[in-house]
């Protein structure tokens, strides 16, 4: 089929006509690099609570977005934006007292260990601070990551993104381990090949030239096709990295934030004590900020030598939207949240895989779950135009996801904290619903 503006002939024919010249709009404006979702492109006009709302007024329950991740517009965190930004909004080279509360309020949903921060705007900046830091320590330049990561979009740190495509071609300092799929490698042997794997990426290094430096790894191992995996599943291969100097960055910026459920940040749940966590997404619920929390050994010795300025990393009013998300994920109990109805999604959509062949797995850590669709159970086929199907379809059906994973065969559903019971019944049926239609 013929494409326009990166959709088939087919797709442009369903387009309104503001539609198109929207996207005809966006393309000569913003050029190619950007991508949209959904065959059809939802053009969003409001968003409140766990609803988005499209130019005709249509709501949309939003179970992807992990940036406003306590609900869109929630009153207490635009509140807090608005009295700092008719009081004060500057950098970080005066003495303020918001930043300071903020980051003492912060540090202290973390263990004592690690007892410093240091902010950024982007989830992004936050890793490539991170790689900083730890090439600062060490003296090593390279780099552990999973074979379809995604850790951001700098130049340092799209080197270590290989799912951003196939034009990203990975420097000669970079190792790639396999990701702990439990359902493809087994849940008895993902440990024991994790760290297998760590071991010879390491050696492989250092036969090289090498001297190692990070292990850069996002905990729910989201780009990889969502793999919560076992707890502690990862463990043995973090320490081994440890033991051999390595610094272990735990990317933060999508499982961190109370969405795992079991604790605030996703680490926790495998028992690891990282030496740098990055945090980014969900911190400022839609305000950027983002930024890097580690241990005062690790930070300091590279605060000693090297100065460190982010023109609107911290600023007033990013600082009282972080603070105004951890008073509401507190107050509102967004963790427990989490933990119980992403275990009610779990079972849910668990009982579906028992109506549709084309389910293979179910798996999830709270509010971050993973549906993988094969064509055959046995082979483990992936079934990667089925997902797109259903991605598409719910979209239609009023209920936005997406997919994921190397294969691109997962669904990736990843609801807001704010979910309740009821909003979760209605993700489940749409599932049910899509899967129905793609195997007529």
């Known amino acids: 089929m013929s494409m326009i503006n990166g959709f088939t002939s087919d797709d442009a024919a369903r387009l309104s006509e503001t539609e198109r010249r929207l996207i005809e709009r966006r393309e000569r404006l913003l050029g190619p690099a950007y991508r949209l979702f959904y ?7 409001r968003g409140e609570g766990v609803w988005l709302y499209d130019s005709q007024g249509r709501r949309y329950l939003d179970a992807y977005n992990n940036v406003v991740s306590v609900g869109h517009c929630h009153p207490r965190v635009v509140e807090a934006m608005h009295r700092q930004a ?3 909004n500057t950098h970080t080279r005066y003495l303020q007292e918001g930043i300071l ?4 309020q912060l540090l202290g949903t973390f263990s004592a260990d690690l007892d410093r921060v240091m902010f950024t705007c982007t989830g992004s900046e936050a890793n490539d601070l991170a790689l900083r830091i730890a090439r600062h320590y060490t003296g090593g330049t390279g780099v552990i990551i999973t074979q379809f990561a995604y850790h951001g979009v700098t130049g340092d740190i799209a080197e270590l993104s290989p799912s951003l495509g196939p034009a990203m071609v990975l420097p000669s300092h970079v190792r790639t381990v396999r990701a702990p799929d439990a359902y493809r490698l087994g849940a008895e042997n993902v440990a024991a090949t994790f760290a297998a794997d760590v071991r010879a990426a390491i ?9 190692p430096a990070a292990i850069l790894l996002d905990g729910i191992f989201s780009s990889d096709g969502v793999l919560p995996g076992p707890q502690g599943f990862i463990a043995e291969g973090i320490a081994l990295a440890q033991a051999e100097g390595l610094i272990y960055i735990a990317d933060e910026v999508q499982p961190g934030f109370a969405r795992t459920g079991e604790a605030m940040w996703g680490y926790v749940r495998h028992g690891l004590r990282p030496d740098i966590v990055t945090l980014g997404k969900p911190m400022g619920n839609g305000q950027p900020i983002a930024g890097i929390v580690g241990r005062s050994e690790v930070v300091d010795h590279f605060g000693r030598n090297m100065r460190y300025f982010n023109t609107f990393g911290g600023n007033p009013v990013s600082c009282a939207a972080g603070q105004a998300v951890l008073d509401v994920i507190r107050d509102e109990q967004l963790q427990q949240r989490a933990k119980e109805i992403g275990s009610y999604l779990l079972k849910g959509l668990g009982q579906l895989a028992e109506r549709h062949e084309l ?3 179910v798996r999830g850590a709270g509010l971050f779950l993973g549906v993988e669709l094969v064509s055959d159970r046995v082979s483990k086929q992936p079934a990667a135009a089925q997902a797109r199907q259903v991605v598409n379809a719910m979209r239609e059906n009023g209920v936005l996801i997406s997919a994921a994973g190397p294969l691109e065969n997962v669904l990736k559903i990843r609801p807001l904290l704010a979910f309740t019971q009821e909003h979760a019944d209605v993700l489940i049926n749409a599932v049910d619903t899509a899967l129905s239609d793609v195997q007529r």
């Not at 065959?39 to 006009?45: D, I, Q």
């Not at 509360?101 to 003492?104: G, T």
């Not at 050696?203 to 001297?211: F, L, N, Q, T, V």
């Open 86 to 88: 008719c009081q004060l």
């Open 39 to 45: 065959e059809r492109p939802l053009h969003t006009v």
């Open 101 to 104: 509360d903020y980051a003492e």
């Open 203 to 211: 050696e492989d290094m250092r036969a090289h030239g090498i001297r």
């Open 359 to 361: 389910i293979g797995d």
